[in-house]
Structure formats: structure tokens, C-alpha cells
């Protein structure tokens, strides 16, 4: 079955000091995937997605994410996070097959000075 | 701004009460879904269409849900006897087609009391 894995429910970052947020998927065939943010009392919007190609891709607002097949994972970077970028982050997986979106259970990033 | 417009943002309504939410798909997106992110962050999928065809839908939408899609009208979703476990944020997405990324309105908050 497909599935999402966000280990880090919570991540604390200083403004300025990269970042990483990591996301592990489980999915038979090739996977499309998404990094969505979410602000406060707002919707999902789109950072990034990988599409089977070029295994880093560059997403919005600074935001990349590398496509690893042999670890399953396709974690978010930023060299530099911002006091805006405080937010939850959803990791997600595209079934191609029943057309359904499978998220993560999200990463809340707390930016400090 | 995002692209899926959806009204009203914020609805509260009564348990046993109907509750319906509107969604304007991006222009040219044909398909539509309809999921549902309780409190805990997990997004549950209730419905999507192509057209004003459904496409699937899961059991709880099926029996307590009323959703369609007409032509040259909003989308809409509308629960017909509202439960306090209906309380969350229902988003709406669009897309050009079935296997293709999609657009997130920025949601409709519901709190059934």
C-alpha cells in the first residue's frame, strides 16, 4: 500500500540556518510527489513536485527537494528559512492508478531569531 | 491568491443540520476532488469529478454526502445531516486531468456544535 512517512512532527529552526525536512514514501512503480505548505488557516499550496526525471528539483521560494529511489525519500531543503516560512509542510505521494493523493501527517516549522 | 476559489471560508452549523460548501474550479480543470483535513492533519478523500461525472467516492459520501459539479455552476458539497466528527477543513482541488498535479482552494473551516 502506499503510504507517507513525515518522522518529524515538529522541527525549530533559527532564521537564517538551513533546513531540511524529511519525507520517506512507500509506493510500487514510479511515484509522482508534492511538497505542499500550509498556513495558518489557509489551503494547501504547492512548493514543489517531481515528476520521473531530474532527481532534485527546485520548488518556490527557495525550496528544493532531492528524489532519492534507493532510500525512498524526497526531502525539502532551504539554504536559508525566513520567519514566513513558519508553517506546517506535507509530504505527498500521487496515485497514478486510482488518481488520489496520499499526504504525510505534516511537519510544523517554527522559525526563531 | 489562489486559483480554487471556495465559499464560504468559515461555517458552523448545528449537529443534524445540512451544511454546504461551494468550490469554483480553476479555469480549463475539468476534474475536481474533494477531500477532507481533520484536526490531527490527516486528509481523508471523499470525492472527485471529471466534468460534472463522478469519478469515485468513498462509503460516508455515498450515504451522508450530497456533491455535484454542474456545468457553468460552482461545485458543491453539502452534508445532510451534520456530525460533531464533521467538524474540519474541506478542500477542493482542480486539475486539467485525472493524472496531473493539482490546484488547492484555501478551504472551508466547518464546526458542527
Known amino acids: 500500500a502506499q503510504s507517507v512517512t513525515q518522522p518529524d512532527a515538529r522541527v525549530t529552526v533559527s532564521e537564517g540556518a538551513s533546513l531540511q525536512l524529511r519525507c520517506k514514501y512507500s509506493y510500487f512503480g514510479t511515484p509522482y510527489l508534492f511538497w505542499y505548505v500550509q498556513y495558518p488557516r489557509q489551503g494547501l499550496q504547492l512548493l514543489l513536485k517531481y515528476y520521473p526525471g531530474d532527481p532534485v528539483v527546485q520548488g518556490v521560494n527557495g525550496f528544493e527537494a532531492e528524489f532519492s529511489k534507493s532510500n525512498s525519500s524526497f526531502h525539502l531543503r532551504k539554504a536559508s528559512v525566513h520567519w514566513s516560512d513558519w508553517a506546517v509542510y506535507f509530504c505527498a505521494v500521487f496515485n497514478t492508478g486510482n488518481y488520489k493523493y496520499v499526504f504525510g501527517a505534516g511537519t510544523r516549522l517554527k522559525v526563531i531569531a | 491568491n489562489s486559483k480554487v476559489i471556495q465559499t464560504p471560508r468559515y461555517l458552523v452549523k448545528g449537529q443534524g443540520q445540512k451544511a454546504k460548501m461551494r468550490c469554483i474550479p480553476e479555469?480549463?480543470?475539468?476534474?475536481v476532488f474533494w477531500y477532507q483535513q481533520n484536526k490531527n492533519n490527516e486528509f481523508k478523500f471523499l470525492i472527485n469529478f471529471q466534468n460534472q461525472e463522478v469519478l469515485q467516492q468513498i462509503d460516508m459520501t455515498e450515504k451522508r454526502f450530497s456533491a455535484e459539479c454542474p456545468s457553468n455552476s460552482p461545485c458543491s458539497l453539502e452534508i445532510q445531516s451534520s456530525e460533531a466528527g464533521d467538524s474540519a477543513l474541506y478542500l477542493c482541488?482542480?486539475?486539467?486531468?485525472?493524472?496531473?498535479?493539482?490546484?488547492f482552494g484555501s478551504g472551508t473551516r466547518l464546526l458542527v456544535i
Open positions: 482541488a482542480s486539475s486539467p486531468n485525472a493524472n496531473s498535479d493539482y490546484t
Open positions: 479555469k480549463g480543470h475539468p476534474v
